[in-house]
């Protein structure tokens, strides 16, 4: 028991406490609420020119958005029903990622029985899995997802408060 509070803590999961799933492709995360700084529209995301993150002002401030796939690999192609950006919470800093679906889970307390070591990879961002009715969900921290994608240190996109999002959106949509 100490040994896995010792990893919650490192990890950033509370088992006693509530989560959000996150849904991108039929896969769903369990993060730990207390994460979750805010949902925001996806159409709010600026979309960056290259190969870069894309971003989302909050306060004033630019914050890198990820799209990801099911296996939690960072996407350039937004997927269709990919609606929702949840801003996660780093400590001092905020990253985004796209989803298809949020809910909060009305349910404190969960059981969350760490993964067995044959199902542990090296670099995995997984702590656990859970059933939730017929649905599996794997659980994690956003400190673990960002570090999972590679991107810990990443500084988010360049960004002047004097630039308008909105011109750069009506251009996007007349091609």
């Not at 040994?3 to 959000?20: H, I, K, P």
């Not at 190969?51 to 939690?72: F, H, M, N, R």
């Amino acid at each position: 028991m100490i040994g896995q509070r010792q990893d919650e803590a490192r990890s950033g999961l509370v088992t006693t406490g509530r989560y959000a799933v996150l849904t991108m492709d039929g896969l769903g995360l369990l993060i730990p609420q207390h994460q979750v700084h805010a949902l925001e529209p996806g159409v709010d995301v600026q979309r960056s020119q290259g190969d870069g993150a894309d971003w989302i002002a909050v306060g004033g401030a630019p914050s890198p958005v990820y799209c990801l796939s099911a296996d939690l690999k960072p996407i350039r192609e937004v997927p269709a029903g990919r609606h929702i950006c949840v801003l996660l919470d780093i400590g001092p800093r905020l990253f985004g990622v796209l989803c298809d679906q949020v809910v909060m889970l009305d349910q404190a307390g969960l059981d969350i029985p760490p993964l067995q070591g044959c199902m542990r990879t090296p670099g995995t961002p997984l702590h656990g899995l859970v059933l939730q009715g017929e649905q599996v969900m794997c659980v994690t921290s956003a400190d673990d997802l960002l570090a999972c994608m590679g991107q810990q240190g990443v500084d988010a996109p360049e960004w002047s408060p004097d630039e308008s999002a909105q011109p750069r959106l009506l251009q996007q949509e007349a091609l």
